[in-house]
């Protein structure tokens, strides 16, 4: 089937959809439940609400209509300020600004608030969220006090980049917020939501083995220059019997190891057996928007393949099996793996394009894959829903792909087009490619039925309750304990957790140590691939 007739026919088969009304809280007890079961143009109605927003979630554009799109605790503190009289307005925004847990503010698990606090004009907020455009996002002064504030609505798992524009023009941090992430132009304050799971792998572990990167040059005849080459061996290599190992090919090479941090999740995935010893190749672009995506793309893939491939192989032990060698990069980077894979596969049979750039050049990349021979190829493909044209684009081509009988995974982040996102899945394709003992034989995409949270023991209890749940493989989970105004109480368990069962007792107690009262509480279980809540009661 072309391209073409197979658009066609999906575009018929979704445009069948019609919008719906889901209500809270008859069809659903929550915002966040109703709003993650929504499609696109649906409406989200609150109870009693007549205030009408359209909001972006999920990749769905949907109309969200409450009483307020504040949540209870923000609402409350600002009718209370409103109400004071001007004198003591300053001591409560003080008293809220020491009792909020962290900037920006996230409430009720899907509404966050920047706030901003001191002396000035206008405040703007621009980020993955927006396109970057702060035209339309002006933060909103609280009565008269020098407190500013935006609401927005965004899934529980988001994860994105963001700075504040003071004045129209002056692009800062967050002064209150200490999370930053570095960006290829710099840093740029982090927004994690609350079940957002922050990827550990990528920090320095200096309790376990580490591998060696090596520098060398390579000069091309092709490209008529000389760039810089960076080379990862596994722990060992020197010493390993051996032959050879698998290998991966980093597009934009250094930016992965200064701002994806790929050494240490290599080093972390290969310690915890996740994944197998293997050698990277990063690899710079000298003139990049050319080489990667438009004049120079074909002379560049001249190079990879005829230059660079032919170096690197003499030089390390490196497998020859095209399924044993892997190729990713961000953007036009994920571009030009998915064009440098598909025209050579008997030298790289693994493609991990990143938010690739389909768009370029016309789409040319992307109607060469669908209107072409399939290849024998295996593809890990992941793109953000804060990135609209490229989720388009990835959607598209994991559908076709699948249909054409192409072994792949893909996955959608609540991201945006950030090294923050990109650096936090490189071990899923990683491990999805070069599966390591403690994943089995099995892939993870296939394993994952294995997840599960039991129910609690004793259930009603006092004063302690064990809680019960198994991963199918390796994970960096969270286990958090929540009131029924969705408050945390406490966290249980965060970080690695290896492969199995486990248990823990909760006490009844929150982060304080103190004993909490009877009722209702619930405890979720998250990690970057699954998220599940149960419901238990404590009966003092």
Partial sequence: MSYFRWFLAVSLVTGLAVAETIRVPEDYPTARLALEAAANGDTVLISGG??????????????????????????????????????ER????????????????????????FIYRGSTNSVAVAGDFNGWNPTNANLSRLADTNFWYREYVFEADARLDYKLVLNGSQWILDPRNPNTVSGGFGPN???????????????ANPAIAHGSVFDTTITSAILGNSRPIRIYTPPGYAAATTDSFPMILFHDGLEYLALANVKNIFDNLIDQQRIQSLIGVFVHPIDRNNELGFTKRLQYE??????????????????????????????????????????????????????????????VVFNE?????????????????????????????SDYLDTAGYELTWQEWHEGHSWGSWRAHVDNALEFFFP???LGTG?????????ELFQNYPNPFNPETTIRFQLPFPADISLKIFDLLGREVVTLKSGFAAQGEHTVVWNGQNTNGETVGSGFYFYRLVSQKFSETRRMLLIR
């Avoid at 109309?63 to 209870?72: D, K, M, P, R, T």
């Avoid at 304050?189 to 920090?203: F, G, N, R």
């Avoid at 892939?443 to 997840?451: H, W």
Wanted: with cysteine; aromatic share 12%.
């Fill in 436 to 438: 390591g003992s403690a």
């Fill in 50 to 87: 007549s205030v009408s927003r359209n909001v972006y979630f999920n990749g769905n554009d949907v109309v969200l209509i409450g009483q307020s799109l504040l949540g209870n605790d923000f609402r409350n503190f600002a009718n209370r300020i409103t109400s004071l009289p001007t004198a």
């Fill in 369 to 397: 894959v669908v209107n072409g021979p399939v290849q024998p190829l295996k593809f890990y493909l992941d793109w953000g829903t804060y990135e609209p044209s490229i989720m388009v684009d990835g959607r598209l081509m």
């Fill in 443 to 451: 892939q993870p995409a296939e394993i994952a039925e294995g997840f």
């Fill in 90 to 113: 300053g001591a409560v925004v003080d008293s809220f600004m020491s009792a909020v847990p962290g900037f920006p503010f996230a409430e009720a698990d899907v509404f966050c608030y």
């Fill in 189 to 203: 304050s982090e927004l994690a939501m609350p079940d957002y799971v922050q990827p550990t792998e990528i920090a």
């Fill in 302 to 363: 001249a190079f990879i393949i005829d230059e660079l491939m032919p170096l690197v192989t003499s030089r390390y032990r490196i497998k020859s099996d095209p399924a044993a060698r892997a190729m990713t990069g961000p953007s036009l980077g994920g571009l030009i793996t998915t064009q440098i894979c598909y025209n050579h596969p008997d030298v790289f049979g693994l493609a991990a394009p990143f938010s690739p750039s389909y768009w370029a050049n016309d789409r």
